[in-house]
Structure formats: C-alpha cells, structure tokens
C-alpha cells in the first residue's frame, strides 16, 4: 500500500490551467496504476482520470476529456493531472488513489485505496 501526497492546487480563473502532482515514497509505486479524483461539496467522489503503472494507458472522464492530461514519470514516483481550459464546475478537493486491481474503472471508486489527503482547486474570477 502506498503513502500517496497530493500538490498543486490553488485559485485560478476560469480558462486558466493548473498541474496537479501525486507522490509516493515507496518503490512499488513504480508498479502502480494511479487514478484522480474528485468531489465537489455535497457531490459523490467522481473519477477523473487514471494511468497504468507504465503510463502506456490511461482512461478520462468524458467531463474531461480533451481538457486534462494525466501522465507519470516513474523515476520521481509522480504522477501529474494537468488541467487546462477549467471550468468552474471543476471546482473541488482533488485526490489521488492506487488502484489495487490495475484496471482503471473510474466508474467503481471501491477499487481505489491509498488516498491522499486531497488538494483544493477553485476555479473563480
């Protein structure tokens, strides 16, 4: 199990971008498929997006798609959401999570584990 550290998050104007970021200490990380999240006051926890352990796949939420990009570089145990073109509706706590059977299903948030503390974004003029 991973020790997964969120960052990156703040105020931005709608249109404007932000990059997440999701770190882990431990080694495993490097075998790990990763997913975003987040969840809005008063709002279920929603997927995102998610990367396999090699980045070589990756799966969107079709509210983000064409707008965010996940990516990992495996040799600084991190995986990155970059978020363009926000909306205020993006607006919530975003978190990382491991999920422990590898198949990226954004739709079934009770394969995911791990999770980060979260880290805020609000998007706001």
């Known amino acids: 199990q991973l020790t997964l550290v969120e960052s990156g998050g703040g105020l931005v104007q709608p249109g404007g971008s932000l990059r997440l970021s999701c770190t882990a200490h431990?080694?495993?990380?490097?075998?790990?498929?990763i997913g975003w999240f987040r969840q809005a006051p008063g709002k279920e926890r929603e997927g995102v997006a998610c990367?396999?352990?090699?980045?070589?796949?990756?799966n969107y939420a079709d509210s983000v798609k064409g707008r965010f990009s996940i990516s990992r570089d495996n040799y600084k145990n991190t995986v990155y959401l970059q978020m363009n073109s926000l909306k205020s509706e993006d607006t919530a706590l975003y978190y990382c999570?491991?999920?422990?059977?590898?198949?990226?299903?954004?739709?079934?948030?009770?394969?995911?584990?791990?999770w980060g503390q979260g880290t805020q974004v609000t998007v706001s003029s």
């Open positions: 999570a491991q999920d422990f059977f590898s198949s990226c299903d954004l739709d079934n948030v009770a394969d995911f584990g791990s």
């Open positions: 431990e080694p495993n990380f490097y075998y790990s498929t």
């Open positions: 990367i396999s352990s090699s980045g070589g796949s990756t």
